[in-house]
């Protein structure tokens, strides 16, 4: 059977395996993922996967000021060893995912924690729109569960596109970090403030100012 470019693309983030590699073990699986995923394993290319048991909880909190002050970050990234977490590469690494959360504003580092209420609520909305734009009912569903998957690209962390290289998703980075320093990396959590967020904003009073400045 054929294998589908979105196939390799999800084997290669849950598993850091080069895109031919991913193609191949695709191929002797018949399209199998979780076989796949297996079958790379045992050939030890799965460097990612291999590694993503290991407790990891050394590691650091970085954080990120953007825009003179008016966006902050702090997110906490964890390792397996000290050592690690103290190295230029571990640290070049937290500094680019503070400044993707900072750029992105993702609302949840993996579709994980994405709540089945929030979920559905989403899936409300994206209906409504479907049907307000006169799509036909029979097409709808696929079409909110194709706009369910641009929800997680938009708003997971993992699944969004790098700021710095939009052809590979924070997962694939994250991904390529494991395989390259050898110790499973884990993003746990983070924080992300902007000045004013919430707030019912001060509307300018033009006229009063004016007045004011005329002594009127």
């Not at 199998?32 to 050394?58: H, M, P, Q, S, Y």
């Not at 702090?74 to 995912?97: H, Y």
Request: with cysteine; charged share 35%.
């Amino acid at each position: 059977m054929a294998v589908s470019a979105s196939a390799v693309k999800e084997l290669r983030e849950r598993t850091g395996a080069g895109m031919l590699d991913c193609k191949k073990a695709l191929d002797e699986t018949n399209g199998d993922i979780a076989k796949a995923v297996d079958l790379l394993r045992e050939k030890g290319l799965a460097a990612a996967a291999n590694k993503a048991g290991r407790v990891a909880t050394e590691g650091t909190v970085e954080s990120y000021i953007h825009a003179g002050g008016r966006i902050g970050v702090l997110v906490e990234i964890n390792c397996e060893t000290d050592f690690v977490g103290k190295t230029d590469q571990f640290r070049e690494f937290a500094r680019d995912i503070a400044m993707q959360i900072a750029a992105a504003n993702p609302k949840f580092v993996s579709r994980d924690e994405v709540s089945q209420e929030e979920l559905n609520k989403e899936r409300e909305i994206l209906k409504a729109q479907a049907l307000n734009e006169g799509k036909p009912e029979k097409i709808v569903e696929k079409m909110v569960e194709g706009r369910i998957s641009k929800y997680y690209e938009e708003y997971c962390l993992l699944e969004q596109a790098f700021i710095k290289d939009p052809d590979k998703t924070i997962q694939t980075l994250l991904n390529e970090k494991i395989s390259t320093i050898g110790e499973n990396i884990s993003i746990r959590r983070f924080a992300r403030f902007e000045l004013g967020e919430g707030l019912e904003k001060k509307e300018d009073n033009f006229v009063q100012e004016v007045m004011s400045q005329a002594k009127l």
